[in-house]
């Protein structure tokens, strides 16, 4: 089967001083950070050898606001993702469904304001939601497919590649593997982690991420989950 690898990033430092979600856009601070973030996770995706990349980048998603959106375009330019393997990736519609929320009461926590209860109960089965859409295992291959993978296409066996190759056109990406990047909001980030890892949503305030920083799962063909990094920055 295929493991499924999330790759879950938090918008740069944007300005925070306007109401109108067109004028809230990433500083210059955060526009550098989106494009650090790129190279690196350019770096990542290439990979090194056939053991270690390229990885087969299935599609980038973000949600529809603003700041993630800039975000997510200059990650998408500084990654170098049409190179990897010969392939476009594709970049999904912004999804309303990741926009940025509070997405669950949290424990411990003080007397609520009445306001802040209603916006919590408004937004958490939009967020709950974007997590079911996105966090599942993937389909196990038909049969027919894997007997082709192992003989080749067509059952012919796949020549050895010529000594001038480039090392970058002989590294091919691993068929069991494939990668989602999605470019949300800290909170949304938060709470994925405690429910793809089973703990309890209450925790999401306990825990924090940075500005463009990579929060990375992996999803088995068995159903178990695993975090490689929780707001990491490198």
Same mark, same amino acid.
């Given at each position: 089967g295929i493991?499924r690898?999330?790759i879950?990033?938090?918008?740069g430092? !944007? #300005?925070?001083? &306007?109401?109108? =979600?067109?004028?809230?856009l990433?500083?210059?601070l955060g526009?550098?950070?989106?494009?650090l973030t790129?190279?690196?996770?350019?770096?990542?995706?290439h990979g090194?050898n056939e053991? &270690?990349g $390229?990885?087969?980048?299935k599609?980038?998603?973000? @949600?529809?606001? /603003?700041?993630?959106?800039?975000? /997510?375009?200059?990650? !998408?330019?500084?990654? +170098?993702?049409?190179?990897?393997?010969?392939?476009?990736?594709?970049r999904a519609?912004p =999804? $309303?469904l990741l926009?940025?929320g509070r997405?669950c009461h949290h424990?411990? +926590?003080g007397?609520a304001r009445?306001s802040v209860?209603e916006?919590?109960?408004?937004?958490? $089965?939009r967020?709950?939601? /974007?997590?079911?859409? !996105? &966090?599942f295992?993937?389909?196990? $291959?038909? *049969?027919? @497919?894997?007997? %082709?993978?192992?003989s080749?296409?067509?059952?012919?066996?796949?020549p050895? /590649?010529t %000594?001038d190759?480039t090392t #970058? %056109?002989k590294l091919? @990406?691993?068929? #069991?593997h494939?990668?989602e990047?999605?470019?949300c909001?800290a909170n949304v980030?938060? !709470?994925?982690?405690?429910?793809?890892?089973?703990?309890?949503?209450?925790?999401?305030?306990r825990?924090?991420?940075?500005?463009c920083s990579?929060?990375y &799962?992996?999803?088995?063909p068995?159903?178990t989950?695993?975090?490689r990094? *929780? +707001?990491?920055?490198g």
């Amino acid at each position: 089967g295929i493991t499924r690898h999330i790759i879950l990033i938090r918008h740069g430092q !944007y #300005q925070e001083n &306007f109401k109108e =979600d067109s004028k809230r856009l990433l500083t210059p601070l955060g526009r550098k950070q989106a494009e650090l973030t790129g190279n690196r996770l350019g770096k990542i995706i290439h990979g090194v050898n056939e053991e &270690f990349g $390229p990885c087969r980048v299935k599609v980038v998603r973000v @949600s529809d606001l /603003a700041r993630a959106k800039e975000t /997510a375009d200059i990650i !998408y330019d500084n990654m +170098g993702l049409d190179s990897a393997d010969g392939n476009v990736i594709e970049r999904a519609h912004p =999804d $309303p469904l990741l926009n940025e929320g509070r997405p669950c009461h949290h424990i411990p +926590g003080g007397k609520a304001r009445q306001s802040v209860v209603e916006r919590t109960d408004e937004h958490h $089965p939009r967020i709950e939601q /974007a997590f079911r859409n !996105y &966090f599942f295992r993937a389909d196990m $291959p038909e *049969l027919s @497919s894997l007997n %082709e993978e192992k003989s080749g296409t067509g059952g012919e066996d796949i020549p050895p /590649a010529t %000594e001038d190759v480039t090392t #970058q %056109e002989k590294l091919k @990406s691993h068929p #069991q593997h494939e990668f989602e990047i999605i470019v949300c909001h800290a909170n949304v980030i938060r !709470y994925f982690f405690c429910r793809a890892l089973q703990l309890p949503p209450e925790a999401w305030l306990r825990l924090c991420t940075f500005n463009c920083s990579l929060t990375y &799962f992996t999803i088995r063909p068995t159903g178990t989950v695993s975090c490689r990094m *929780l +707001g990491d920055i490198g």
